[in-house]
Structures are given as C-alpha cells and as structure tokens.
C-alpha cells in the first residue's frame, strides 16, 4: 500500500518534469538539453498541453477489492491517464520529478496500483499525486496510466471533479495551473456541464452496478419508452388546467371566456377592504406581464375582495373568472397572490383567453419549502431571485437557505471578518489563513464563480424579495459537524489577534479545544469539522452568529422566525478532548460523552426559543434530544430513507409534536439523477433515478404505504412494518402515529457539491420543484388513507388498490401533458434552464417509435450522425439512431440517446 493520510497539507500541486527555456535543437533526433527549474510559463504549457482521461474500471467487489477484503467490503479501480502533448513535450524529455498534481476525488483513493504515483489524500476529498523513484519522466505523446483502488463505488460519470491542478515543488513562488483538459465545457445545445476528461461507460454490470443484488435497470432509450407506455397526448382539458391541483375547481362551460389580451385593469382595486397591498401583490402581476398580461385600465376588471369563511388558513381564496371581470377572495396577501398564481397557470400558449371558471382553493400543507445549499458551492443572489419568483409561481412559501458548511461560509456577519475574508473562498493556500483548502473540483484560485457570499445587504435584498412573494426565509449555518470553514476562520481570527496581545480576544470565539486527541471521520472525510460544545467560547460564537442574523431581518423589517441549526452527521468528537472530559465530570446536566451531541442542540434550541425564534434541525441529530429538554415548536426535517425504515423516526418525531417536514431523499434531494443513467449529474446514496413522476407518486400522507408502489436504490422490493415495536425491556422503540397527528409540510432539497453554475442549478430543481408544489398543495384521492392502528406494507399487500393506482395514473396523465404543453414554455419565458426529459424509443419492424414523460414537447431524431429531424409518427430508419427532446422555444435540445436495434 503506498497511500498516506496527511492531515495538514490540501492542495492541488502538479510540480512536474522540469520544461526547456532554452533549446539546442540541432536536429528533430537530437538530444534535448533539460531545464533544471520550472517557469511560469512553462509550468503553464505543460498544464495546458497535458491530457488528462479518467475512467471506471470495474465496481465489482471481487475484482476491485484487495485479496484479504472482507465479505462485505466494497470497492472500485479507476485510472488516470497522463499523455503529455505539443507544442511542449516535442521539444524535450521531461523527467524532472518536481511536480505535484493535486485532485478532488469524491471517494477516498485506498490502494495505488502503479509503480510510478503515489497518491496521498490530504482533507476531505483533496488528493494529491506525486512520481515515485521509479517514475522515469513523460514523453511527448506517450501515455502513462496511474491505477488505483477506491473506497466504496463510482457509479456516474459526473463522480470525478474537475480542475486537477499543477504546483512546482522546486520554484514554489510560481502560481499553480489548472490542467486544461480537466475543465468542465457547457455543450451549447443542453447548457449542461460536460466532462471531456471522463471516459464514458461502456459496461453496466463492470461499472454502473452497485453490487451483485443490483437489479436497476440503465435508462436506455428502450427502457424510457417502455417507462412512458402508459402515457399519451391529452389536450381535452389543458385549457383550464392549474398546477398545483386546486381543491375544486367549476368550468363554466357555456359562458363566455375571459379575454385577457388587453391585460388587467387594475387601477380600481380597493385596497383599503382587503388585508393586503399593492406592493404585496405586485410580484404575481409581474409574472403574469411576462407571459403577456399587462396592466392596463382597458383590460379586464379585477377585484379584490375579503374572504369570510369558518376555518380560514392562511393561502386560501377563491377565484371567480367570467368575460366581465376577474374576482378574488382572501384574507392575506398570499391568497390574492395565489390566485393571481393560478391564472398564470391556467394561461395557455398561444392564447390569453381563458375559460370562465369557479376555483375555491387552499393548501393541505402549510409548510412547503425549498431547500438550497450555498455553502459547498456558491450560488448568486440572482440566482435565488429567480428561484424566488419561481417558488411563488407554484405557491411555495418557504426557502430554507442553508450559508455555511464544511466548504464555505456565505454570509457576511458583523465583527467577525474572517468568516467571509477566508471562509468563503477555497484556493491554493496549505495554510489556510487566506482561504479554505480547494474541495469539490474548485481549482487553486480563489476568484473561481464557486467561491462568494452575501453581503449583509445582499441578505437583506434576498429576505425583501421573498417577502414581497409570501415566501419566509429560513437560514440555516450548520452546526457542531459540517462547520469546517467557519472553524478555519475563527482560528485565523485568534491567529491573528493573538499576534498583537489581544488574548482575551482572541479566546472569545474559539471553536476547538487544541488539546483534543479524537481521530474522527465525518462523512465526507473531514477530520476537523465539528466544534467543541464543551468551551463556552462556541456558544457565545453560535449566540453572535444569530443575533447578527436577527438583526439583519430587524433592518429588513422582517422578524427572524425559524432558525435552522443543522446538527446533523456530527462525526464522533470530543471523546479525547480534556474540555470536555472536564465538563462532563463537572456537569450535572449530562452524564457521558455521548451525550455532548443532544446537550448541544438543547441548548442551542432553548437559546434560539428566549428569542422569540423557533428551532428547527435535521431528524438525525434531533432524534438523539430529550424531548423535554426542547422547545415545544421545534421544527425537524425528517431526512430519512424510508426503504430502510426511515418512517420510524418520522412517525417519532411528529409524535413528539414537533413541526416535521418531510426531506426525504429517495424522492425531495434534487442533486440526485432523474434518470438511471450514468451520464445523468448527481449524486445518487439513496437514489439513482428521482424523475418529476416519482415525486408525484409520493404518498406523503401514509409514508409506510409507498413500499407498496416503490422499491429501494436497487431496485428491489421492501417491506414496511409500521406497527408498534418494542425491545427486549418491553419499551416502545418505534411505531405508528398517534391520531390527529401528521407531518407539517414538504420541502425540496438540493445539496450544491455537484453543482457550479447557474444553468445546472436549475436544471437540477425544475422541474421536479412543481412535484413539491403539488405534494405540498394538494391530497390526492388516490393516497392511501393511514392506518393509526399499524400495518404492514410491501409489493404484495393491497392497500394501494387496482383503483387508486388507475387514479393515479390518470391524474399523472393530465398533469404530464399540462407540464409539456404550457409549464416548460413558460419557464422558457422566465429564461429557467429546465431539464428536457430523455425520450423513449424503439426500433421495431424496421420503424423509429418514440415517446416522451410529458408529452406535448418536439422530438428530433437522426439516422447516422445526419442531420436533426422533427419526429412526427413512426418511420423507417436504417443504422444507428438518436433522439432527443427540443424545447418549446426551440432554443434548447435535451440530452440524447442512442436506439437499440
């Protein structure tokens, strides 16, 4: 094994063979005099010159894993392939060894297989490779090939991260260069993220199975088409069609429709007999003036009145249309506004008529939110604007903005400068004290788009305009694990104080106990991420942090109300820290070590609840609380995959009357693949394929139920015990919900390690985010009632009944042909890069027969590379075909496949 774990040094250094400054070429066979010492330039030519290839080998356990490996243990090979190239390495040998190679690579490298590298891991997923003494030097054209074995799997395509970099380990005053070929290009047809750099897959039982029970199938084309059988063009109701689905909704077929071409008047609204304003609808108008609807005093009348009904909640109206004007009623500003919302869902493509109708509406969830991580990768406030408007658009009200994690901390605060100087950027600095060491492929540079943050104004500009579209802000810095760069910061910080004399100071903030001997590892191999919560110092740090976030909302004039600790995947620390051992031996609160974890999220909790402020979590770390040592509205996102029981903990936590919003992976993490398809983006540890259909089929009201209807990442049945159980003692360890006890709402997720630009952003979140909206919004009559006495659910059992399903299956109908004939054309108009769905298809007798998950969208195909076709019925092709979606403003193409034979 010649693979060490440093824990100091991160970087991405590629000193390599020394480059000629000055050369004696006599003849093209002469030799070449080497340069004992790298340049920047010729640093820079071999960085650019080189080619870098990346390729799977094998994930079959049995042959990626070492010898003496344990029944269980799974591995993969991948190898790297280095060919120097011209201009460089056709004028000299390089075989100076002064280089370095610095790499992200998700899964930590266990084994080099290859004589000449070394491959050291240096923090998190930083690698670095070195030449050995045997290592002979590159030449021109000759490719060298570094083999090694991996931890776990690479599944996809997308696993290795761009931007390998080269260091000069004999001028270190030199600059770093980023290998060009491992850049990521954007083909300009998808707007997607390509990796030339990646060898494709060619073998699914080598490469893209995750063990020998695997049985999910590659998302061929065939297999698409086979997936879309049941679907078809369906255009009878589409013009007065509303997503999400209204509570009920009344056509009023025989009389005239509302025309809307000459906008909405807009000038009588009194606003003074309805609990709103015109600044607080003035954002859904907007929306609609994109799609065509202005405001004008000769367009149709619209009027706003309150709503008085028994039972009010909040988002509820009714909506009445007719040729003569449009009423409203509602009795806060969300209602208008989403009925304003869906009029611009009913709207049509080529027409601003619509149908006169009776809507009476309101939300089956209160909570139905999107989450979005800006901390491992940085994403701009006009990015989180757009998505405002968007989460409005489907009467999403709440964005959980989740500012700092282990990669970076987002979020300007008052007097504590290094956490944005240093924690918001990553670049080549082993020290730390200028930034974070580079993670997640984001290069030597600290001026890269995946480094940045809010400043306070920014964050106020963001609360403003959510609030402008009903839609409350939930921040979130997670802590004690996943705080690295804040960590890293506020050591800079005692650093440099310290210096001057400032001691007391310098304490003040102090996030570890140096004298803390704990070897720990979080899940994404950090060592060092987990503040102490036995200083007193990381309390008043947590205590500063959300009073400065308060006060931001108080100068936005927008109260803080939840506040998201994280406390999720704490990684074992502590356990060799004196603070700690002295804090347990003189607490009488807690008892161990291990309960440092739940005594730290308690006391966070309570100290966010004397502030007026409700806390909320992730399930796992707040599963390990004492109940009654939390606030009683505690807020949990329930994280948990249900195929491996993750409705226990759910039904436990709502059972504590907690707030519980379900996140669960298999269906709301929007950074895993829609499709099983290597080349799709994402990660995928609890799911290969979460297609927008997925998500509508989630029965959110009856979790066990989905075992009847759903089966694990591998595509294999699992059974779903939902009765009480109990341990040896006869105590109660998990069970069903207690009646008139339920989950709170829905949010969607989506975790930024694989996504870098604004493109990939969205079209990770859309359209799978209208799926949240119509979960969140709308109880299907198709759902399972839930069983409170308990049940047993799996493929065979029969609560989800031949009925239900036909019901489902109908209602996925109408509203996949609602989304390919009017939501993508108008995301089109709000410039929102949505996923086009791969398209099904099959050759058979010699004819291309093609489908596609919502229909109403063009499909092209070509035969033998020629040119692009509009597919209109099946057709004789010959030879290799591909096809592909276009998008309704014809200006995008989807990603396409190739057709068996």
């Known amino acids: 094994m010649r693979v060490s774990f440093a824990i100091t040094a991160l970087v991405i250094a590629l000193g390599s063979a020394s480059c000629s400054?000055?050369?004696?070429?006599?003849?093209?066979?002469?030799?070449?005099?080497?340069?004992?010492?790298?340049?920047?330039?010729?640093?820079?030519?071999?960085?650019?010159?080189?080619s870098v290839t990346y390729r799977i080998v094998t994930n079959v356990p049995s042959e990626a894993c070492a010898s003496d490996a344990k029944a269980d243990e799974r591995c993969f090979i991948a190898e790297i392939d280095l060919t120097p190239a011209d201009p460089l390495t056709d004028l000299v040998e390089l075989t100076n060894k002064h280089w370095q190679i610095y790499f992200s690579q998700m899964r930590p490298v266990l084994d080099v297989l290859t004589d000449d590298f070394d491959i050291e891991r240096i923090k998190g997923d930083l690698h670095r490779i070195t030449p050995t003494d045997s290592f002979s030097g590159f030449e021109a054209g000759k490719t060298v090939t570094l083999r090694f074995r991996g931890e776990l799997w690479q599944l996809s395509e997308t696993?290795?991260?761009?931007?390998?970099?080269?260091?000069?380990?004999?001028?270190?005053?030199?600059?770093?260069a980023v290998i060009s070929s491992t850049r990521l290009v954007t083909d300009p047809l998808t707007q997607l993220e390509q990796r030339p750099y990646v060898e494709a897959f060619t073998s699914a039982s080598k490469q893209y199975q995750r063990t020998a029970t695997d049985n999910l199938p590659w998302a061929t084309a065939g297999v698409l088409f086979e997936q879309n059988a049941q679907l078809s063009m369906q255009k009878s109701h589409l013009d007065n069609s509303i997503l999400p689905t209204p509570?009920?909704?009344?056509?009023?077929?025989?009389?005239?429709?509302?025309?809307?071409?000459?906008?909405?008047d807009t000038s009588k609204v009194d606003f003074s007999a309805v609990n709103t304003s015109a600044k607080q609808i003035q954002a859904a108008l907007e929306r609609l003036t994109v799609l065509g609807v202005s405001q004008s005093a000769e367009g149709i009348p619209l009027v706003l009145a309150a709503l008085n009904e028994a039972d009010m909640i909040n988002g509820q109206y009714k909506l009445d249309v007719s040729s003569q004007r449009i009423m409203i009623q509602a009795n806060d500003p969300s209602g208008f506004s989403y009925a304003l919302a869906s009029i611009q869902s009913v709207l049509g493509t080529d027409s601003l008529a619509i149908a006169a109708m009776t809507v009476e509406d309101k939300p089956r969830y209160d909570f139905r939110g999107m989450h979005i991580d800006v901390g491992r990768n940085f994403h701009s406030k006009a990015s989180i604007f757009k998505l405002i408007d968007q989460m409005a658009s489907f009467k999403l009200n709440k964005l959980h903005l989740h500012m700092a994690d282990d990669e970076g901390w987002r979020l300007e605060i008052d007097g504590l400068p290094e956490l944005t100087d240093i924690g918001s950027k990553r670049c080549h600095d082993l020290s730390e004290q200028h930034c974070l060491l580079p993670q997640l492929g984001s290069g030597p540079f600290a001026d890269a788009s995946v480094n940045g943050y809010y400043t306070k104004q920014d964050y106020i500009d963001i609360l403003h305009y959510a609030d402008d579209r009903q839609i409350t802000v939930i921040p979130s810095m997670d802590m004690p694990g996943h705080s690295r760069a804040a960590m890293v910061a506020m050591q800079a910080r005692y650093n440099r104080l310290m210096a001057i004399g400032e001691v007391e100071n310098a304490n003040r903030y102090v996030?570890?106990?140096?004298?803390?001997?704990?070897?720990?590892?979080?899940?994404?191999?950090?060592?060092?991420?987990?503040?102490?919560?036995?200083?007193?110092?990381t309390y008043a740090f947590v205590d500063k942090v959300i009073d400065e976030i308060a006060k931001l909302h108080q100068q936005a004039g927008i109260p803080l109300q939840t506040y998201h600790i994280g406390a999720d995947?704490?990684?074992?620390a502590w356990l060799e820290s004196p603070a700690c051992q002295q804090f347990v031996a003189q607490s009488d609160q807690i008892n161990s070590l291990a309960e440092l974890g739940p005594y730290f999220i308690e006391r966070v909790a309570n100290m966010l609840a004397d502030k007026g402020i409700q806390p909320a979590g992730w399930s796992d770390g707040m599963s390990h609380t004492r109940v009654e040592n939390m606030p009683g509205n505690s807020q949990s996102n329930a994280w948990d995959v249900l195929a491996h029981d993750g409705y226990k903990r759910i039904h436990q936590q709502a059972n504590n009357g907690w707030l519980t919003v379900l996140?669960?992976?298999?269906?709301?993490?929007?950074?895993f693949p829609y499709e099983a398809d290597p080349k799709e983006h994402g990660y995928y540890w609890a799911a290969r394929a979460l297609n927008t259909q997925k998500l509508f089929s989630f029965m959110t009201g009856n979790l066990p139920a989905n075992a009847e209807q759903w089966r694990n990442i591998e595509n294999n049945p699992f059974v779903a015990d939902d009765r009480v159980q109990t341990n040896e003692q006869g105590q109660r360890v998990s069970g069903p919900l207690e009646k008139q006890r339920s989950v709170a709402g829905i949010q969607g997720q989506l975790w930024s390690e694989t996504i870098r630009s604004p493109q990939q952003l969205e079209y990770m979140?859309?359209?799978?985010?209208?799926?949240?909206?119509?979960?969140?919004?709308?109880?299907?009559?198709?759902?399972?009632?839930?069983?409170?006495?308990?049940?047993?659910?799996?493929?065979?059992?029969?609560?989800?009944?031949?009925?239900?399903?036909?019901?489902?299956?109908s209602q996925w109908q109408s509203i996949a042909n609602h989304i390919g004939h009017k939501t993508l054309a108008k995301l089109d108009k709000f410039a929102i890069n949505y996923r086009l769905p791969t398209v099904g298809a099959k050759v058979q007798a010699g004819q291309l027969h093609t489908n596609i998950a919502f229909p109403g969208l063009t499909v092209e195909y070509r035969q033998l590379e020629g040119d692009w076709l509009v597919y209109q019925q099946p057709i004789a092709v010959k030879g290799s075909v591909e096809v592909r979606a276009v998008s309704p403003n014809g200006q995008r193409r989807g990603r396409s496949l190739t057709v068996s034979h």
């Open 21 to 50: 400054q000055s050369i004696d070429k006599q003849s093209s066979n002469s030799a070449v005099e080497t340069v004992a010492q790298w340049s920047q330039s010729s640093l820079n030519q071999f960085a650019d010159t080189l």
């Open 159 to 176: 696993d290795p991260m761009p931007n390998y970099y080269i260091v000069a380990t004999d001028n270190t005053e030199l600059t770093p």
């Open 247 to 264: 509570l009920k909704q009344v056509t009023h077929a025989n009389q005239a429709k509302a025309d809307l071409s000459l906008g909405l």
């Open 511 to 537: 996030l570890d106990d140096p004298q803390d001997k704990t070897v720990y590892s979080s899940v994404q191999y950090y060592d060092d991420n987990t503040l102490n919560v036995c200083l007193e110092s």
């Open 569 to 572: 995947e704490t990684a074992g």
């Open 663 to 671: 996140s669960n992976p298999e269906a709301l993490y929007f950074d």
């Open 765 to 809: 979140i859309f359209p799978r985010i209208l799926m949240v909206a119509e979960r969140g919004w709308h109880q299907p009559e198709w759902e399972v009632p839930y069983q409170y006495a308990g049940a047993v659910y799996d493929q065979n059992t029969t609560n989800f009944t031949d009925k239900m399903r036909q019901q489902q299956a």
